[in-house]
């Protein structure tokens, strides 16, 4: 398989707990986005890294949201201190990031559950 | 202001019919994309199709079509002759510029429902 793939694909966590989440991109892709969706709404952007540099970070990753993308390859998104609002599936996609195209492929979420 | 505006919270149609699901947009850049995905239970978000402003002619892509009225600034998908497998969610996106992230702007989506 050589899509996106996110890990886990499920995760339920207590209130104030640490979790973090993977993100392997398409291997050629130098272009990463982490999006979040919550129930009956559509993604909102999060974060984007071109190679391994953060470049953009949405008003809505508060402090408490951290993402790296070390080797320019897979990323990793980090929430400390869960709160229930964190609830939500937390997609990444990638792209080539060239054209006027630039299409982006989706991988297929990890959904978290804060109890 | 909403920049992608699903009017449609949920649609039933029968199979084998076409349908048409609305997306309206807002931008003040010449230069833009819009994308429709799909989103099945399983949660993965499935590329559909892609209208980019300067395209002169609307996108097709199999059974999917897009009705782009660039004046109108909307860019409605249609699924001709319906499938059971079709139903799903269906969100519309817009992508602005040629610069910087590009991320995209999603709607609110539609939920499809096909019947038999």
């Known amino acids: 398989d050589t899509g996106v793939s996110q890990d886990p694909r499920h995760k339920i966590t207590k209130r104030g707990q640490n979790v973090t989440f993977r993100c392997d991109p398409i291997?050629?892709?130098?272009?990463l986005y982490w999006y979040r969706q919550t129930l009956g709404q559509g993604p909102e952007f999060l974060t984007y890294?071109?190679?391994?540099?953060?470049?953009?970070k949405s008003r809505l990753l508060s402090d408490r949201f951290s993402a790296e993308r070390p080797k320019g390859s897979f990323s990793t998104l980090e929430i400390q201190r869960t709160e229930q609002g964190d609830s939500a599936m937390y997609l990444c996609?990638?792209?080539?990031?060239?054209?006027?195209?630039?299409?982006?492929?989706f991988g297929p979420g990890t959904r978290l559950t804060v109890l | 202001a909403q920049k992608i505006t699903q009017t449609q919270p949920g649609m039933f149609v029968q199979e084998k019919e076409a349908v048409t699901l609305d997306c309206t947009y807002d931008?003040?850049?010449?230069?833009?994309?819009l994308f429709w995905y799909k989103q099945p239970s399983s949660g993965e978000m499935i590329f559909l199709i892609y209208?980019?402003?300067?395209?002169?002619q609307n996108a097709t892509e199999g059974r999917y079509s897009l009705n782009f009225q660039k004046a109108r600034k909307s860019a409605n998908l249609v699924i001709s002759a319906s499938q059971l497998g079709d139903s799903a969610m269906y969100f519309c996106?817009?992508?602005?510029?040629?610069?910087?992230?590009?991320?995209?702007?999603f709607g609110q989506g539609t939920r499809l429902t096909i019947n038999p």
């Open positions: 996609a990638s792209s080539l990031g060239t054209g006027f195209y630039n299409e982006q492929f």
């Open positions: 931008t003040s850049d010449p230069s833009y994309g």
């Open positions: 209208q980019g402003s300067y395209d002169q």
């Open positions: 291997s050629e892709h130098n272009r």
């Open positions: 996106a817009m992508r602005e510029g040629l610069q910087g992230a590009q991320k995209l702007v």
């Open positions: 890294f071109q190679n391994e540099a953060q470049l953009e």
